[in-house]
């Protein structure tokens, strides 16, 4: 190893981009990776077939303690920029719903265009490389920083951090990232697992813990945001996208409450009938609403064993049964005991504080050369593509001004 003009150390979907944006304006750049594989991240989302960008991607389908940082970013990368680069190696792609885009084959397809645009750029990647120490070097602007690893040393004049968060640590994730901020003084925001199931509280989870594999079409609200998306129940709690998109902007302690018949009123439509003089017992009814397994379960949490309304027709059942049933089935409401945690989470909230870098380069403030990027800084999105745009946008940005 000599030195480079660029370190970048993380060979994710955020540091292969940045390597190869730096690497065509003219600059010598090296990026290490501990892994044995590029992009495992990208390998593993979507399904296996990378959910790379959405069209959709605003600053407002965005977390973080500054909710303005990402503007710059993302305005200056347009989800139609990196469109445009799977078009030119001819990665056939489709849109799922709601503007996010999959490869429809797999999600090797965007880790060879990457590896491709390295190539093309002239960036050395080194695999299978741990840094055990990164120093900075005073009174020489071109070599700032050595880093040395068990390949050997190297200087560079930038160093950029893009060696993701703390989610999946199976595939290699770790909290290096955040140990390098701290070393040269950044702060962080306390991190969590997000995009990632609820686990229930004890009484929860004795009602519902064995109805593993119903889902049910929700609007799922928590902190005044709302997410028209499943939600799965499983063994462990709640999964499912609206589960996961909650969980983003839940805290401990917080409510999260879920409409189950987001498509009508429940009181009105029970009501309906009854006028209609229908005979049906209220819990078949109710399974025309939600699946059997829950009608039933809510049936028995709802009404005692002996209540006549479990056998009575509808037509004979008071108002208020039908009032009580209705509220719940439009706001069932749980406390989660917490989140499943960092090996089923999509994503690490929070990291480097914003606060401590140029939104328009990403750069440090407090130590020239050195570059955060990508899941490291506290800048979380959505479920649905949301987060890899950032991670363009935010390479994008960075490897423009280094």
Known sequence: MNHYDVIILGAGGAGMFCASRAGKRGLSVLVLDHSKKLGQKILISGGGRCNFTNLGASPNNYYSSNPHFCKSALARYSPWEFIELVNKYEIAFHEKKLGQQFCDGSAQNIVDLLLAECDEAGVEISLETRFSNISLINGDENKRFQIETNRGNATCRSLVVATGGLSIPKIGATGIGYEIAKQFGLKIIPTRAALDGFTLSNDDARKFGDLAGVAVDTITSVNDKSFRENILFTHAGLSGPATLQASLHWNDGDEVKFNLVPEQNALDWFLTRKKAGNKTLVKNLLSELIPSRLAERFMEI?????????????????????????????????VPAGTVGYNKAEVTRGGVDTDELSSKTMESKKVPGLFFIGEVVDVTGWLGGYNFQWAWASASACASSL
């Open 302 to 334: 709802l009404f005692a064993p002996n209540d006549p309304i479990h056998s009575m027709p509808l037509a004979q059942v008071p108002d208020q049964p039908l009032k009580d049933l209705s509220e719940m089935l439009h706001s069932w409401t749980i």
